[in-house]
């Protein structure tokens, strides 16, 4: 398995969409969870592509194609779960919050999500604390996952908990992103905290009961 797992991560870092669509479904048909594919595969390599990026050794260009083949073979995954609504574990509302404009990383976190069983509704990138609210509602949500890269950022995940809790609602909340820590959790009344995407999986599993 070890040697599909590498070419699946080689399709994200060489930002070949079809390769990566092909490994995904051969991946499948020898009997490999679609989780397990994502995690151990295109995952890494996106991860790899994250890292390039920020060092300066990959640009835009390359990052936006990388993104295309990873959607690709999420796509291909995705549909090996259709139509079991009861593998179905939960809704998550997720976005990068108002003023910051990074992506890769919250890319990651659907990816695992979604190979974990769970529906993602992405809001994007720089998005305001009302419409995590507005999306909550309208999708039904059981958690409201924020992202944010920039210290000058992290205020807002506490104005979206605010509107939370001033309007008497019960979505989880569960905020990330490199300035983001435990503490910084607990200050501002998160339900959780993730490190990574993995741990983002597994605190989400937690608050729900999964």
Known sequence: MADI????AQAIVTSDRAAAEEVA???LAQGIAPGDIMANGFV???????ELFESGELFLPELMMSADAMAGATEVTNAALEGEAAAVKGRIVLGTVQGDVHD????IVIAY????????????RDVPAASFIERAKAENADV??????????????????????????????VVGGAPCTQRWADQIG???YAEDASDGVKKIDA????
């Open 144 to 173: 409201i996952g924020m992202s944010a890269l920039l210290t000058t950022t992290m205020e807002e995940q506490r104005k979206v908990i605010k509107t939370i809790k001033a309007e008497g609602l019960s979505y989880k909340t």
């Open 104 to 107: 890769i990383g919250k890319a």
């Open 44 to 50: 890494k390599g996106i991860q790899e592509v994250g």
């Open 113 to 124: 999500l979604k190979a974990n069983g769970y529906e993602v509704s992405d809001l994007g």
């Open 190 to 192: 998160a339900d959780a």
């Open 5 to 8: 797992y590498e070419e699946a």
């Open 25 to 27: 479904t051969r991946a």
């Open 207 to 210: 608050l729900l009961g999964k």
